[in-house]
C-alpha cells in the first residue's frame, strides 16, 4: 500500500514519530511537507526529527500562512511520480490545498482522505462553501480530530466513513514524568499560542491572587505578548512571570519537567472553541496534572485526569490552583492518571495503529 501525506502540520520534529509507525506497518509512505509556515506566533521551519523508513520530501508553498488559499505547485508532479494507492490531505476541506490535491488525486486514480478539526457548525461564503462541497462529495474518506468535528461533516451531510483519530498524539518515552523534581516555587505553565482566545489574561489575573509561592511560565509567542507584559506590571508581579518564546519541539519535554501544573484557560468564540489542547496531552504524558476551561474539547481530552474549570473565570482558575498546591494526594493523583490516560487513549503508536486501519478499509473498496 502506497500512501502519500500532505501536511503542513509534519514540520513540526516531534509530530514525525507518528509517521515512522504508520511505515513500520507496511505503509510505504511519502510525506510532502512545506519548508516552513507562518502564522501569528511567526515562522515555524521545517525540523527533521523522526525521519526513519518513509520519504519525508520538502515541496514549495504558495501563499505561506494564508490558511485558506495556501497550495502546493509541485503536487502534481510529485503524486504522478510517486503514484499513491491513496492521498491523506492532512488538511480541512474548505481549503485550496485541499481542493488542489484531491483535484490531483482524482486525476491519477487514487482514493483520499481530509482531516478536520472544525467542531463549530458555519457556513462558508463562496468560494469556500463550494469547495467544501465539492471536496465531501467526491472524497473516500475523512478523519475527525474529535467526536464534535465528525458530528459537524455527519450534520452537512458527509455519508462516507469517518474515523475519529486525533491529528497526533505524544511519544511517553519522550513525554515521561521525571523521578525527583527540583526544590523551586510552585511552577504554573503555559504552552501554546499568546492569542486573546486562549485566555491568557484571566490566567494572569489568577495568579495575581494566589497567597503562596508560585510562578508562572508562559511558552509561546503570538500578538498578546506585550499586553501580558503590561498586565503583569500593572498587578505587580512581573518578577513572577517568564516568557519563553518557541524553542524545537525536542527541546519540549524538558519545558514540561519544570511545571508543576498546566494551565489552558481557553475561551470560546463565535468563529472558535478549543479543537483539541495538544499540549495537555503532552503535560499529563509528563505527569504534570491539568486545569482546562471547558471551552470545545477540552473536557473530552481530559477526562476524570484533570481538573476543568467553567470559561471566563479567574477565580476559579485561582481556586483550583490553590487547592492543588495545598493537596499533594490530589497532584499525585492526577499525575497519575493523566500518564494512564495517556497511554491508553493518546500515544503516537495508538494514533498511527488507527490511522493506518483506516488506509486499509479504504484500499478494501478498490
Known amino acids: 500500500m502506497r500512501v502519500f501525506m500532505l501536511s503542513k502540520a509534519c514540520i513540526v520534529g516531534i509530530y514525525q514519530r507518528k509517521l515512522e509507525l504508520i511505515a513500520k506497518q507496511g505503509v510505504e509512505l511519502m510525506v510532502a511537507v512545506p519548508p516552513s509556515w507562518r502564522d501569528e506566533r511567526g515562522e515555524q521551519k521545517l525540523e527533521r526529527v523522526y525521519t526513519e523508513g518513509y520519504t519525508l520530501k520538502q515541496t514549495p508553498i504558495r501563499f505561506n500562512g494564508n490558511f485558506h488559499f495556501h497550495y502546493y505547485p509541485d503536487l502534481p508532479r510529485l503524486l504522478s511520480d510517486f503514484k499513491p494507492d491513496i492521498v491523506h490531505i492532512d488538511e480541512e476541506p474548505y481549503n485550496a490545498a485541499t481542493w488542489h490535491a484531491l483535484y490531483h488525486a482524482r486525476r491519477i486514480g487514487a482514493r483520499s482522505l481530509f482531516f478536520t478539526w472544525q467542531n463549530i457548525y458555519r457556513n462558508y461564503p463562496l468560494p469556500f462553501n463550494w469547495g467544501e462541497s465539492w471536496v465531501m462529495h467526491n472524497v473516500d474518506a475523512a478523519i475527525a480530530g474529535t467526536y464534535s468535528a465528525s458530528d459537524v461533516y455527519r450534520a452537512k451531510g458527509f455519508k462516507k466513513a469517518i474515523a475519529v483519530i486525533p491529528q497526533f498524539g505524544t511519544d511517553p518515552d519522550l513525554f515521561a514524568p521525571v523521578t525527583q523534581k527540583s526544590n523551586r516555587p510552585f511552577t504554573i505553565g503555559y504552552v501554546g499560542r ?173
Open 194 to 366: 499568546l492569542v486573546e482566545e486562549k485566555g491568557l489574561r484571566l490566567l494572569v489575573d489568577a495568579v495575581s491572587h494566589l497567597d503562596f509561592d508560585w510562578r508562572l511560565h508562559l511558552v509561546g509567542s503570538g500578538p498578546l505578548s506585550e499586553e501580558l507584559k503590561q498586565l503583569a506590571e500593572q498587578l505587580g508581579i512581573t518578577e513572577r512571570i517568564t516568557f519563553t518564546e518557541w524553542m524545537p519541539s525536542s527541546e519540549m519535554p524538558s519545558v514540561y519537567h519544570d511545571f508543576d501544573a498546566l494551565v489552558l484557560p481557553s475561551l470560546t468564540r463565535p468563529n472558535w472553541k478549543e479543537q483539541f489542547g495538544r499540549v495537555l496531552v503532552e503535560a499529563m504524558a509528563s505527569g504534570v496534572p491539568v486545569i482546562g476551561s471547558d471551552s470545545g474539547a477540552i473536557p473530552f481530552v481530559v477526562g476524570d485526569a484533570g481538573l476543568i474549570v467553567p470559561e471566563g473565570s479567574a477565580d476559579a482558575i485561582a481556586e483550583l490552583l490553590q487547592k492543588l498546591h495545598d493537596d499533594c494526594d490530589l497532584q499525585q493523583e492526577l499525575a497519575k492518571k493523566g500518564r494512564q490516560r495517556v497511554l491508553n487513549d493518546y500515544t503516537h503508536a495508538s494514533i498511527a495503529q488507527a490511522t493506518v486501519d483506516l488506509y486499509k478499509g479504504m484500499m478494501q473498496y478498490i
